[in-house]
Structures are given as C-alpha cells and as structure tokens.
C-alpha cells in the first residue's frame, strides 16, 4: 500500500507519519511531502518505508501522486495575509487535480475542523470549510473528513512564558471555566493514521465526523496540568474577547488579525460553536450511518468464518477494493429516539431481499437499539452495490456468495414464521 501526505511538515502530519511507522505493516509505504527537505525529521528519515520528497502544496507542478492508494490532505494555515478562503480554494483544487491526475488514488482523507460546515463566523476555519467544498467533489471510490475539535497543543505555543522565574500562560478562551471540546495531536494522528489504512469504502461519500477528547476541558485544566508539569504554580492570563485584537496584532498581519479574532470569539459564549450550544454527549445522527457501516462490515466478513478455504479470501475480499467488493449505493435511516453517552449499541442486520444468481446488488436492513433504552434507537435501510475494482464496472456476486446468502434468508423467514406463531399464541392466551 501507498500511503501519500501533503503537505507532511505540520505538526499533525508528524503525528500521522509517527502512528503509520508505529502500527502499519512494513509494506506500507509512506511518501510525505515537503517544500524543505531539510524539515524531514530524524526519525523518519532512516525508516524504510518512509520517502520524503520535495512538493509544495501551492505549485501543482511539483504534486505528483502516481501509485498513491491513499491520500491526506491538510489545509496549511495561511500567515503572510491575503483572502486566506481563495488561498485555500486553491491549495485544495491542486491535491484534487493531483490526486484525479494519479488514477490510483482509492481513498482521500482531509484533516477538518470543528465548524468546517460554516462558512461564516468562524474566521479562519472558513479554510476547512474551502477544503471540503473543493475536495468533495474528488474522483475518488472514498472520501473522509475528519473535523478535529480544538488542538490540546495550541496551548503550548508560549513555552518561553512557562519557563519564566514565574511561569504564566495566555488564554484566549474566557471565562476561565469555560469548557471547550479539545482533541491531543497524538490522537489525532492515530484516527487519520487509521482512516488511511482502511480497506473498506466509507459509508458515505463524503464521510464526515467530529473528533473530540472523552470531555471538555477549562483554562483551569490546563493551568492545573502545567503546574504540575513544571512542578510549581502556573499562572493564567486571561485575554478577554474586547482584548484579542490587540493580542494577535502582536503575531499575525493586520490583513487576517480579524479572521483569528472571530474564529476565537466563536467557541466561547454566544459564538457559533460554543460549546453551550452544542451537547457533547449527543450522538450525532451521521454515527448512527457508522454504528450499520461497523455492523454490515462484521456481518459480511462473518461468512469467511465457516467458509470452504477456497472460499474464505473471497469474502474477507469483499470489504476491500482488491476484487470483487461492496459498495454502499445508498442508506436511509429512520431516527427514532436520540443516544447519548454514556450508552452501548446493538446493530442487527438482516437481508430485506432473496438474492438471485446474477445480482449486482444486496439490499440490507439494520436496527440499531439502545441498551440504555432498551429500544430500537434507529433503523437503517442500505442498498449495497456489487463492485469489481480491477474492471471498475458493476459486477454479479459470486454464485457460492449467493447460494449461503438464499440460505440465510431461508432461515430468516422460517425464525419470522415461528415467531410470528408464537407471538399469536401468546395473544391469544392474554385476550382469554
């Protein structure tokens, strides 16, 4: 596998590059782009499986995906000034025309943040959100954005001030107790790690999810994790929202100084990404999507267990683009009650339609139910297309796949059948 990483200098790309090295097999082969070579960690560079070229995501000349099997995007942040959303309009249209220009590329995976689906009001994720709307458009079987929730990180960026006589750090998040959804770079670079090494098409084209630590967290968790770091108190600044111009005047160009404003102003209260406007222990409805894909993944993959041998590659295969695969055509959910953490899910499938030899297509239904609720939670209904990669054409399922499929939808109607009886006799022993 070709695992490509434009651009592979920022921090999350590090992290990304370090988790592949960690836990992807050595035939994974990782080419990571950089505009300076001389930026190529040590520790990268005397790994095998590790190849540093030189690209620039801002001259398409030097973009060159050719064998690539996945991609990471990364939408770099802009400094020098400008129209930071055309900048990043056209950083994302030269990874798309690279990427299609390839003709291999099999997944693309973008590193999102929260808010991306704004376009207004949150200043300089307006970027994230240019990204996605160029980027959905790819040519490609699978698509994933990965909207990341604010960097653990960022709080480390004035180191110089913790080494102080009298060690203190800024805030810019106000009132000291306000809970923000913040997310580690670490974790960060496992979860797109992961999703770049996935086999299966998301379930959705393109994919989209938030990612966030276990809970939110104050400027008071931070002071309390740097004071114990450094081994005395630390102090915290606050940078109140009247005071934020002033502050990134002292960083950025007058030109964006307001976009960094606004995107700041927009996580704390009465901004539109406040975390009081949004429950963090709401289950987004596109996870219910995930929960079936998970599901349908392990249903499928079953089969392989009491397969004949030469049977056995065939299914596992079938969750991979490699040959003969399944495509997800279309799913309906029915949302009948909301999950909240914490809670465990149940995902039943079932086939909705007998398949017949020659079928290019599988109709499934799921119900995924609440342990907390003992209810079913949401019902799925999925249409699953037959895909042959190597032709990249529609293809029937194979006649054994068909002949355990019928079986299995046999056994189905004959288990609905005995039920159905039983649930009448039941009837009719309460009515007397």
């Known amino acids: 596998m070709h695992v490509t990483i434009a651009p592979a200098s920022t921090r999350t790309a590090a992290a990304v590059i370090r988790s592949l090295l960690a836990e992807a097999p050595d035939t994974v082969d990782i080419h990571a782009l950089y505009r300076n ?124 001030t913790l080494k102080a006589p009298e060690p203190f750090f800024f805030s810019t998040i106000t009132p000291l107790d306000w809970k923000v959804p913040m997310v580690a770079v670490a974790d960060i670079g496992s979860t797109l790690a992961a999703e770049l090494l996935k086999e299966e098409p998301a379930p959705s084209k393109p994919h989209i999810y938030e990612l966030h630590g276990p809970r939110r967290y104050t400027p008071l968790d931070v002071q309390a994790a740097f004071s114990k770091a450094v ?16 502050f990134y005047s002292q960083v950025f160009p007058p030109e964006i100084v307001g976009e960094w404003v606004e ?83 149940t995902v039943i499938h079932k086939l909705s339609v007998k398949p017949d030899y020659g079928a290019d297509s599988v109709i499934l239904e799921a119900v995924i139910l609440s342990e907390q609720h003992k209810r079913i939670a949401a019902r799925c209904f999925e249409d699953i297309a037959v895909y042959d990669y190597q032709a990249a054409k529609r293809a029937p399922l194979k006649d054994f796949m068909v002949d355990e499929l019928r079986k299995v939808y046999d056994l189905q109607e004959k288990n609905k059948a005995e039920m159905d009886k039983l649930a009448a006799a039941i009837d009719e022993a309460v009515g007397a």
């Open 231 to 246: 081994g005395k108190q630390v102090a915290v600044k606050p940078v109140e929202k009247s005071e934020l111009h002033g």
């Open 263 to 345: 995107m700041s102003t927009s996580f704390l209260e009465g901004g539109v990404m406040a975390a009081d406007k949004v429950d963090y222990r709401h289950v987004n409805n596109v996870i219910y999507n995930r929960f079936a894909e998970s599901a349908r993944v392990n249903w499928i993959t079953s089969y392989a267990a009491t397969a004949e041998p030469a049977q056995r590659q065939q299914w596992d295969e079938l969750m991979t683009p490699r040959s003969i695969g399944l495509i997800l055509r279309s799913i309906k959910t029915d949302y009948k009650l909301p999950i909240t953490y914490p809670d465990q899910v």
């Open 37 to 160: 070579l001389a930026r190529v960690p040590k520790e990268f560079a005397d790994k095998p499986n590790f190849h540093a070229l030189q690209g620039d995501v801002s001259d398409p000349t030097t973009l060159d995906f050719t064998g690539s099997d996945a991609v990471l995007a990364i939408t770099p942040p802009t400094f020098e000034g400008g129209d930071i959303v055309k900048q990043a309009e056209i950083l994302s249209k030269n990874i798309k025309d690279a990427i299609e220009a390839a003709g291999s590329v099999k997944r693309l995976v973008l590193l999102s943040s929260v808010g991306a689906q704004l376009r207004e009001g949150v200043g300089e994720i307006k970027t994230n959100n240019a990204a996605e709307r160029v980027l959905a458009t790819t040519n490609v079987p699978s698509i994933t954005f990965v909207r990341c929730a604010y960097f653990m990180e960022n709080w480390t960026m004035g180191m110089d």
